[in-house]
């Protein structure tokens, strides 16, 4: 498959039923293994944020590329939620979620920057 035949897809409403448990698993994994209950609910929408990421983009995940895109945006999640996370975060953490589809669109627009793919959006 040629570059230019990768679509865009959006996400329909059936598609929550996997991303929403995604994010409870890993934060409740994370926070079982360890992590404070804050910072893993932030790896918990992290993971969501960078599946629906993922998701939207799929028809392209035959490319290294893709996949190098998605390690990127873990990695600085991961690095974000290491260093960040912790004593600065509202009571309760579920405040910050807003950003999280902020934190998707940023994602979402720089995707063909980032990983040099073409894709059709219509």
Known sequence: MSESQFRFQTLVRR???WLLPLM???????AMAGLDVDSSFLAGLSSAVIGV???????ACRDIRFWATIGFYSLVHIVAIYTFGGDWLPSPTIAISPLFLLDYMVMAWLF???SRINFNYE
């Open 15 to 17: 598609d929550l039923l």
């Open 24 to 30: 409870f698993v890993v934060w409740v994994g994370l």
């Open 53 to 59: 990421t993922a998701y939207a983009y799929r028809e």
């Open 112 to 114: 063909p920057k980032v």
